[in-house]
């Protein structure tokens, strides 16, 4: 398996400008969640899902931000309009039912710079 | 508010010696606890976890401590080597199929 895969690893925009991070879970994994991480505020959990349903999106900042799930394979983080407060590294994970915690596998992010 | 929280952003230890992290914790419905670490682009990965019923764990050099009425952990690496350079994130659940609230992290340096 080739694991969690996020695209695109590196993202420059400007602000202003609507961003679409990409992640594609584990095959069979019914969890996904979206995770931001920053100098600040850590690793921060933004929302997740389960089989392709949002449970909790409490960690979403603002209205500027929003996910989906389409399908059990793919997921979609937009931000619009981005700001500069918005650089960070967002990370995607996949987990499956019945796993505990340690179960999260994670993509290696997408660096996301905002200027 | 932070419910879990590193207070070190950094730490530099010796190779060979031992290598402490600390944790502490705001909520008290927390009953579980993990460590994950982190390399330079990549994403975190689980290294160890600990549920509230227990005051230790160890797997092979790495020992996690509870101390709930503190609400305090520590994860010890002993003996530290070069590979253990990373970033380590302290992280907790209310249970284990909750959702996991992580720290800020704390960056270890592992000197020659």
């Known amino acids: 398996d080739a694991g969690v895969i996020q695209s695109p690893r590196h993202e420059v925009t400007e602000m202003g400008q609507e961003v679409t991070l990409r992640c594609k879970p584990i095959?069979?994994?019914?969890?996904l969640f979206w995770y931001r991480q920053t100098m600040m505020r850590g690793l921060e959990l933004l929302i997740y899902?389960?089989?392709?349903?949002?449970?909790?999106d409490s960690g979403m900042p603002e209205d500027r931000f929003s996910a989906k799930m389409p399908n059990a394979s793919f997921s979609t983080l937009k931000i619009q309009p981005s700001e500069p407060r918005d650089s960070a590294v967002y990370f995607c994970?996949?987990?499956?039912?019945?796993?505990?915690?340690?179960?999260?596998?994670f993509g290696s992010g997408t660096r996301l710079t905002v200027v | 508010d932070q419910q879990v929280k590193q207070n070190s952003p950094s730490l530099s230890v010796q190779e060979g010696r031992i290598s402490i992290l600390n944790c502490d914790y705001t909520?008290?419905?927390?009953?579980?606890f993990l460590w994950y670490k982190k390399y330079p682009a990549e994403g975190p990965t689980f290294l160890i976890s600990?549920?509230?019923?227990?005051d230790k764990n160890e797997d092979g050099r790495f020992t996690v401590f509870l101390n709930k009425s503190a609400k305090h952990l520590s994860l010890h690496i002993v003996p530290s080597q070069p590979g253990d350079s990373a970033v380590y994130f302290c992280?907790?659940?209310?249970?284990?199929?909750?959702?996991?609230?992580f720290g800020k992290g704390t960056r270890l340096h592992i000197l020659p």
């Open positions: 600990i549920s509230s019923i227990k």
């Open positions: 909520n008290s419905m927390f009953d579980y």
């Open positions: 095959s069979g994994h019914d969890y």
């Open positions: 899902f389960n089989n392709n349903v949002p449970i909790d």
């Open positions: 994970a996949s987990s499956s039912a019945g796993v505990p915690n340690y179960g999260y596998t």
């Open positions: 992280a907790a659940s209310r249970n284990r199929d909750d959702k996991i609230i």
